[in-house]
């Protein structure tokens, strides 16, 4: 079965580092591009950062460069979002979801079951 | 960044069909093949439901379809049942990011 276990989040002060967790299992977890979504209270999907398969290209939405840093450990199955220079903006679940490709993330076909991150 | 446009909500009866559209610009939704469209039930994660435009999951009933037109991608749903009340959002690749759609809240009456 392919699963996406996230960790990490929980109440943070504004500044500061925190890092998310996701570790897969199920499926060949270099051969797929792997990316962060977040959603706000009451709000829609933001789409936040993707990594590529082999870990040489990344991408970040304007709202986190700079401040977020996307990462993989394809020898421990396990993808991370670091979080610096948190604000209240920052505040939503973040869901760890699996692209379709190594290359590009193009669609989510498995998610995470979402870490809430509250800024405060 | 600005996110796609999709209706805030759309309702239907069971049996009916609803179509929820999504509209972009010619950097994103009109510039590329790579739509999909995720389901989502309060207080649950997002579920994969169209990918490719046009594409389905295994699992995913053949009542939801997709399609494009330039700048608009569409997800119609046939047959409406109950269980497919839920928000829906479309998102699609604009060259090295992504763009959600602002999400409609589909109604079954």
């Given at each position: 079965e392919v699963r996406l276990l996230q960790s990490g989040g929980g109440l943070v002060q504004p500044g500061g580092s925190l890092t998310l967790s996701c570790a897969a299992s199920?499926?060949?977890?270099?051969n797929y591009a792997m990316t962060w979504v977040r959603q706000a209270p009451g709000k829609g999907l933001e789409w936040v950062s993707t990594i590529n398969g082999p870990a040489s290209d990344t991408f970040y939405a304007d709202s986190v460069r700079g401040r977020f840093t996307i990462s993989r450990d394809n020898s421990k199955n396990i993808v991370y979002l670091q979080m610096n220079s948190?604000?209240?903006?920052?505040t939503a679940v973040y869901y760890c979801v699996k692209g379709m490709s190594a290359g590009s993330?193009?669609?989510?076909?498995v998610w995470g079951q979402g870490t809430t991150v509250t800024v405060s | 960044q600005s996110a796609l446009t999709q209706p805030r909500s759309v309702s239907g009866s069971p049996g009916q069909s609803v179509t929820i559209s999504c509209t972009g610009t010619s950097s994103d939704v009109g510039g590329h093949n790579y739509v999909s469209w995720y389901q989502q039930h309060p207080g649950k994660a997002p579920k994969l439901m169209i990918y490719d435009v046009i594409n389905r999951p295994s699992g995913v009933p053949d009542r939801f379809s997709g399609s494009k037109s330039g700048s608009t991608a569409s997800l119609t749903i046939s047959?409406?049942?109950?269980?497919?009340e839920a928000d829906y959002y479309c998102c699609s690749y604009a060259g090295a990011r992504y763009v959600f759609g602002t999400g409609t809240e589909v109604t079954v009456l």
């Open positions: 199920g499926f060949i977890f270099n948190r604000s209240a903006g920052d993330w193009l669609a989510g076909d | 047959g409406l049942q109950a269980e497919d």
